[in-house]
């Protein structure tokens, strides 16, 4: 901008429409650019986001199908599985129950499993109608076997009770029986011993060696047969009793059986035999005793230590061995004493026939009838008894036979005797034949004990077998289940693997789109034009206003590199005016120092000479008026001299007036050209306030880019806790979050190198506001500095004025004096004509002499502060 000043030292200034500058059209503002970048983020950031919601969004419903349907459905199998393996487990324990009260709670844990087994069924959505229909068919086949099984139980139970109850009515009327039976073997003993003793008396030594050897080997064999099977039969009752108590006393019977039939085989003699029927007797007796014990091992069965059954298995196949030895034993013992006792009864025939015929045929008869009449009643007790504990039906109706040979035994010989026994007997005697014989027997109600059993067993593996398809169809359902979970699986890792790349490719490109961002908006646009023009604003804050500025483009940089331009051309036209000036000032100084120095010398000159002798004059004036008092008569003759004094006084006056009124002239002139000084300073000081606003509105500027990098800032951080979010729902994925996690940390670092710039942008921006903020400060600091020279210039004007004043009033008082000097005059030629009023008037003119000489002092100080002032310069 140039300026330049004129002939009168007057400062031309440009019209502000020559100074204006076309101005750029703004296109995309550095705001719009940062906005861009900040949107291409943003951009990216929210199509990774969309990405991952979509990528979690797809594997979460995967896993939603994975744990709302494959686990469930496993889950929900497997405990249906349990459910009815419990069934199947809990049935057992329903049959080896010991008491009702044992069943009864079995049987309600059975059907709270059945029930469990349907409201787990029913909660089983995932399955279809035909595998529903087939799981509740298992589960009613279950049910229906397992009340059959209570059912079978239950009536195995009351046959239990009923077996019992005619097991212990057997033994009762088997005590009874042969208790009565007995009398009949000692009525017949007693009458063969009499006839006997009638024979041997008739007969001599050989019916005595008869009846003495033969018989007792005989009556020993048929009593060892008879308490052989008493024997065979407690053992086989040994094995039904069901308390201790009930053993014990089976137990004491077993042993005064074993000692009747110890006596007896002590009685038979030494034949292979009779030592072999010996030697099973005495295995009988070792049932009772020892390791073989039958009554231990039913107390040991009782308490629950032969579950497995082994011991009882292996002891009642010895039971049935020795029974079977025994069967073939005592029959050759029998008859081998029988054979012995005929062939000794032969040869007495024809000795004694008649007495030992009757002997034989009707007392040994008797007494042989009799003792099988016991021995068939305790086989056939024993028979019932083994009935009671038979294993299996073949062993049932194996006894059953032997029973109906035995029982027309005991049928025969009942009616043999029974004329002979007491009714009560007979009745123990027909009651002992009803225990096997009819539906109430006790062959019907082991039979049908074991068909219950049977059932149960047949019911019981029904239900485990309806257990077993159930666990078969679960386990279909199960495999079905792990398939789709394993599809499931599959599917969501697909979705994970084609997530993980897309977002790797997303990655990827968000990572070049936001580098070159950056560079081409952010560093090439932003960063690189701000760095330029805050080096070029501190080159020239520091006073090099020679730098060229970058103006081009049209957004807000370019706005301020032209502010900036603008300020540097200001601060040209301000130094160039501030030299101006002061070249000026120094000339108008230099003149007015002149000047004043010219004034000074010519008013010392001449007014200083006028004052002196104005002084000089109004002493003598006093001197002369003190005199005229005493000599006013000399007035007269002096008048002439006075009237040439004050002629030559007005001369002097007049000359005064006129260097006074070119004093006048003269400070009128500084006066001008300090006028004109300051409403050249005022103009630069307008020009400062000008620039202060100029680079003020740019402060504001940078201030609004100070904003906007803030804003970017925020942008940044709320990416950067976007990035740090997605890293922790990443995290929370596990492996299937890991894409997420890389790209999450891509965003995080973009945040961070976009925070990183930013922070270099706002340094930067503050630093050009800090220049800003300078330049600010010493354009009002010229401001204040003009302002200041135009307060001294306007002081100066001020003094001048007053300085002018006192010219012009050293003016009219030197007119005024010269006019006095005129009127002296008038009065001297007055004083010609009336010397004689002088006298009377000496007073006064004293008087006035006296105040000239006091004006005259006055004058002359007013003179030399006059002249130092203006020798001064102020």
Not at 100 to 118: F, H, P, S, V
Not at 198 to 213: H, K, M, P
Not at 524 to 536: C, F, K, P
Not at 646 to 658: D, G, H, L, P, Y
């Amino acid at each position: 901008m140039d300026q330049a000043i004129d002939s009168d030292g007057e400062i031309d200034v440009p019209d502000e429409a020559e100074e204006k500058r076309p101005v750029r059209r703004r296109s995309i503002g550095v705001g719009g650019k940062l906005y861009m970048a900040l949107s291409g983020i943003t951009l990216i950031t929210i199509a990774a986001a969309v990405i991952s919601i979509f990528a979690f969004t797809t594997l979460q419903k995967t896993l939603d199908q994975f744990t709302g349907t494959s686990i469930p459905a496993i889950k929900d199998s497997m405990a249906l599985a349990n459910a009815s393996s419990n069934i199947a487990a809990t049935a057992p324990a329903l049959v080896s129950a010991a008491t009702q009260e044992e069943r009864d709670a079995i049987q309600a844990d059975m059907q709270g499993g059945i029930e469990q087994l349907r409201a787990r069924l029913d909660q089983m959505a995932f399955i279809d109608d035909a595998a529903r229909t087939s799981l509740s068919g298992l589960i009613g086949e279950i049910e229906s076997s397992l009340t059959e099984l209570q059912a079978q139980i239950s009536l195995r139970n009351e046959l239990r009770i009923a077996l019992d109850t005619t097991s212990a009515n057997l033994r009762k009327e088997q005590r009874l029986f042969v208790s009565g039976a007995l009398p009949l073997v000692r009525q017949a003993s007693d009458t063969l011993q009499q006839r006997g003793q009638t024979a041997i008396v008739t007969s001599g030594d050989a019916v005595e060696n008869l009846l003495s050897q033969e018989m007792i080997q005989l009556e020993a064999g048929l009593r060892t047969a008879a308490q052989g099977y008493e024997m065979l039969s407690v053992i086989a009752l040994s094995a039904t009793a069901e308390t201790d108590a009930e053993v014990d006393a089976i137990e004491r019977h077993f042993k005064e059986t074993a000692g009747q039939i110890n006596d007896a085989v002590n009685m038979l003699d030494d034949s292979d035999a009779a030592y072999d029927l010996r030697q099973i007797g005495l295995k009988l007796i070792f049932f009772g005793k020892g390791s073989k014990s039958v009554f231990d091992l039913r107390k040991a069965e009782l308490a629950g230590e032969d579950a497995n059954g082994q011991r009882r298995d292996r002891i009642d196949a010895e039971v049935a061995k020795v029974t079977e030895a025994f069967k073939g034993s005592i029959d050759p013992v029998i008859n081998e004493a029988t054979a012995r006792l005929n062939a000794g009864g032969a040869g007495l025939v024809e000795n004694i026939k008649d007495s030992i015929s009757k002997l034989i045929h009707e007392d040994v008869g008797t007494i042989r009838d009799a003792l099988e009449l016991v021995a068939e009643a305790n086989r056939i007790a024993g028979l019932l008894n083994a009935a009671a504990g038979a294993p299996d039906t073949a062993a049932v109706g194996q006894i059953s036979s032997e029973f109906v040979l035995s029982n027309n035994g005991l049928v025969n010989a009942l009616n043999h005797f029974r004329d002979r026994l007491d009714p009560l007997t007979l009745e123990s005697g027909d009651l002992l034949i009803a225990f096997g014989t009819g539906d109430n027997s006790i062959f019907a109600i082991r039979g049908k004990y074991l068909e219950a059993e049977a059932a149960s067993q047949a019911a019981l593996a029904q239900s485990r077998a309806a257990v077993t398809t159930m666990s078969e169809e679960v386990g279909r359902l199960v495999a079905l289940a792990e398939t789709e979970a394993a599809a499931s699986e599959k599917s969501a890792r697909l979705v994970v693997t084609q997530s993980r790349y897309f977002m790797f490719a997303v990655c990827g490109v968000s990572v070049v789109l936001s580098l070159l961002i950056g560079w081409l908006l952010v560093s090439r646009q932003v960063v690189q034009r701000i760095t330029g023009l805050a080096e070029t604003m501190g080159v020239i804050a520091d006073g090099d206003l020679q730098t060229e500025v970058d103006t081009s483009g049209a957004d807000e940089i370019s706005t301020m590199a032209r502010t900036v331009e603008v300020f540097r051309e200001n601060g040209l036209e301000v130094e160039r005016l501030r030299e101006e000036q002061r070249r000026a000032e120094a000339r108008s100084a230099e003149e007015r120092r002149t000047a004043m120095l010219n004034l000074a010398d010519t008013f010392e000159k001449s007014v200083k000479a006028i004052v002196d002798q104005v002084g000089r004059s109004a002493e003598d004036m006093e001197r002369s008026s003190e005199t005229m008092v005493n000599a006013s008569e000399q007035v007269k003759s002096e008048s002439t001299g006075v009237r040439s004094i004050a002629e030559a006084t007005s001369t002097n006056v007049n000359t005064m007036a006129a260097a006074a009124e070119e004093l006048a002239a003269s400070v009128q002139e500084i006066s001008v050209n300090i006028s004109e000084t300051t409403r050249v300073a005022q103009q630069a000081a307008d020009k400062a306030q000008t620039t202060d606003r100029i680079v003020a509105s740019l402060d504001e500027e940078s201030q609004k880019i100070g904003e906007v990098v803030g804003l970017i800032t925020d942008i940044a951080e709320q990416t950067n806790l976007l990035a740090l979010n997605a890293t922790i729902e990443a995290a929370r994925a596990g492996d299937a979050g890991k894409g997420f996690a890389v790209v999450a940390s891509e965003v995080k670092n973009l945040a961070t190198q976009t925070a990183k710039a930013t922070e270099e942008i706002s340094n930067q921006i503050n630093a050009v506001q800090a220049n800003t903020t300078q330049a600010v400060d010493a354009i009002r600091e010229i401001g204040t500095l003009i302002g200041d020279m135009t307060e001294k210039m306007v002081a100066v004007s001020s003094a001048v004025e007053e300085q002018g004043a006192s010219t012009d009033e050293i003016a009219r008082s030197s007119s005024e004096a010269a006019q006095s000097t005129n009127q002296v005059s008038s009065t001297m030629e007055g004083m010609m004509g009336v010397a004689g009023e002088a006298g009377t008037t000496a007073d006064q003119v004293l008087s006035a002499a006296k105040g000239v000489a006091t004006q005259a002092q006055s004058l002359n100080r007013e003179v030399e502060t006059f002249l130092n002032k203006v020798r001064s310069g102020t």
